[in-house]
Antibody, heavy 116, light 112 residues
Framework: EVQLVESGGGLVQPGGSLRLSCAAS????????MSWVRQAPGKGLEWVANIKEDGSEKYYVDSVKGRFTISRDNAKNSLYLQMNSLRAEDTAMYYC?????????WGQGPLVTVSS | EIVMTQTPLSLSVTPGQPASISCKSS???????????LYWYLQKPGQSPQLLFY???SRFSGVPDRLSGSGSGTDFTLKISRVEAEDVGVYYCMQGINLPWTFGQGTKVEIK
């Protein structure tokens, strides 16, 4: 059974940093692109970033470029999102998803709240 | 950035009746390789989103055949032939041809 389990969410002050993790199981992690998709409270879905199977390609939505870094550790079957210089508008549920654009499986999402 | 526009934004349907959601993209989603990168996702209340269709009309595992996806170019439709209680939630279309991938605003489907 495919499972994606995120961790690392919480409350952080504006300008602060947070690192999200996503532990994958039930499939060969190193064979898949992985992505982060977020959802602000009561709002729609927004694609944030994705990373190629071997980590050689990474892409970001403009609003997080230079502040967020996506990475992966295939030996640990884990995906990460390092979030720096956080802003109030980054407040959202952050979902880890399997795939480059076809998001076939999703995690439950940690909530990230940016507030003073 | 490709803009995805869904209509209607909300739908209240009597069980057993059909429902239809439209999704229009600001640019063609047809890739030169011949595939059209349009996806449909459903977010049921209190749950993470789930994939329904990829490449317009290819049904993902476990999706009932009451649901169907169609369309081409810039105009796409999700249809439910007979709405059931389990179909309640917010439906999103998404394009995967040009970065950044973008979603429609979502269509909330409720049961009357």
């Amino acid at each position: 059974e495919v499972q994606l389990v995120e961790s690392g969410g919480g409350l952080v002050q504006p300008g602060g940093s947070l690192r999200l993790s996503c532990a994958a199981s039930g499939f060969t992690f190193s064979n898949y692109w992985m992505s982060w998709v977020r959802q602000a409270p009561g709002k729609g879905l927004e694609w944030v970033a994705n990373i190629k199977e071997d980590g050689s390609e990474k892409y970001y939505v403009d609003s997080v470029k230079g502040r967020f870094t996506i990475s992966r550790d295939n030996a640990k079957n884990s995906l990460y999102l390092q979030m720096n210089s956080l802003r109030a508008e980054d407040t959202a549920m952050y979902y880890c998803a399997r795939g480059q654009s076809m998001f076939s499986y999703w995690g439950q999402g940690p909530l990230v709240t940016v507030s003073s | 950035e490709i803009v995805m526009t869904q209509t209607p934004l909300s739908l209240s349907v009597t069980p057993g009746q059909p429902a239809s959601i439209s999704c229009k993209s600001s640019q063609s989603l047809l890739h030169s390789e011949g595939k059209t990168y349009l996806y449909w996702y459903l977010q049921k209340p209190g749950q993470s989103p789930q994939l329904l269709f990829y490449e317009v009309s290819s049904r993902f595992s476990g999706v009932p055949d009451r649901l169907s996806g169609s369309g081409s170019g810039t105009d796409f439709t999700l249809k439910i032939s007979r709405v059931e209680a389990e179909d309640v939630g917010v439906y999103y279309c998404m394009q995967g041809i040009n970065l950044p991938w973008t979603f429609g605003q979502g269509t909330k489907v409720e049961i009357k």
